[in-house]
């Protein structure tokens, strides 16, 4: 079968993976109202192409806090990498390596980040975390990070609890006997959400900046007001997201929410999305109405599920080539061109 677009991947992955691992891949919250309206809200954005512009030459390179990366596009943090491939996030790294895009690794990854790191040395790697209650354990982590040349340090913000994810309440979800939350082995029991800490606030950035020299990017921002508070208190940069859906149910679309934190900020932080990006045209409406890049999430796991590390190759080349012909045909030759003159867009 040829792999034309993601959503063969997507086909591909609901075929051939075991049940319990698709089911805690695609889960929303609830009734999954916010994870389908993420993919829904792009395919409300109309473009505006324009014509007889000089487009036989292409840039599609961007950075990212100074970092340059072949195309605006990153593979989102997601945990347990091991239900798609054997090799886990050591063949995610490899695969954002050979794009040279950027691999945020999660806290709950199934591999160490020692592995991670060993398997593609001198890729741009970011770390996401999860505050726990152990603090001792959260800082641990965040200054092992640091010392393996993780660039970038994400606090996730939109999980005190975790959200109800009905199939995996049905399902009983848990890891597989031989699968271990690797970074967390000896400071916790495997899986159990939740030693989540609930009492994190703002402050606590100050705490993470006194442990650490990486720039903080904040994840999961959906409000101006939120925006504003994340510029005030120091951040380097914002991932507009909603988890996937698999929180709050029935909150903002990301790409809805990206334009009010974009205008919020007004350039003083980097600002990205992700959620629901399925097609190279998605990510060229996302960087139109103000992203520096989009980050993908459950297509990194399709492309996994696949053929691993190739897998997940393909799905970021077929990006890249929808990306780089998307904004050709919009008249746009490099990435700077790009604008809001590009798009319709109404929440309505």
């Not at 699968?179 to 606590?204: G, H, I, R, Y």
């Not at 993470?208 to 925006?227: H, N, Y």
């Not at 050709?328 to 929440?347: T, Y």
Request: contains cysteine; aromatic residues 8%.
């Amino acid at each position: 079968m040829a792999m034309v677009c993601l959503s063969d991947f997507e086909a591909y992955a609901k075929k051939y993976l075991p049940k319990i691992a698709w089911d805690y891949f695609a889960a929303g919250a609830d009734d999954c109202t916010t994870r389908d309206e993420n993919i829904l809200a792009y395919k409300r954005i109309r473009f505006q192409p324009r014509m007889l512009r000089d487009v036989s030459v292409m840039d599609i390179r961007t950075k990212i806090l100074g970092s340059e990366i072949s195309f605006p596009v990153g593979i989102a943090p997601t945990g347990f990498h091991q239900l798609a491939w054997p090799d886990g996030e050591k063949s995610t790294a490899r695969a954002a390596r050979a794009m040279n895009t950027c691999y945020i690794a999660s806290t709950y990854s199934t591999c160490t980040l020692e592995e991670i790191s060993a398997a593609a040395p001198g890729g741009l790697r970011w770390f996401q975390l999860y505050i726990h209650r152990n603090r001792a354990a959260s800082q641990q982590l965040v200054q092992r990070a640091e010392a393996l040349g993780f660039r970038g340090l994400v606090l996730t913000t939109d999980v005190p609890y975790t959200g109800k994810r009905r199939d995996d309440v049905r399902n009983g979800f848990r890891l597989p006997p031989h699968m271990k939350v690797k970074n967390l082995e000896q400071a916790f029991e495997v899986c159990k959400m939740s030693l989540l800490d609930p009492s994190v606030t703002w402050n606590d950035i100050y705490w993470l900046r006194s442990l650490t020299r990486l720039p903080i990017i904040i994840k999961g921002i959906l409000t101006r007001e939120d925006a504003e508070l994340a510029v005030r208190h120091g951040v380097q940069g914002i991932i507009v997201s909603n988890h996937g859906g698999r929180q709050l149910d029935e909150g903002p679309a990301t790409i809805d929410a990206l334009v009010e934190v974009v205008e919020a900020v007004q350039g003083r932080v980097e600002v990205y999305v992700d959620g629901g990006i399925r097609k190279g045209s998605d990510v060229l409406k996302a960087l139109a109405l103000g992203a520096k890049c989009v980050f993908i999430g459950r297509p990194a796991l399709w492309g996994l599920a696949y053929k691993g590390g190739e897998g997940l190759q393909d799905v970021l080349r077929i990006l890249q080539d929808e990306f780089r012909l998307s904004m050709a045909l919009a008249g746009c030759a490099r990435v700077s061109e790009v604008g809001q003159h590009l798009v319709q867009f109404s929440k309505l």
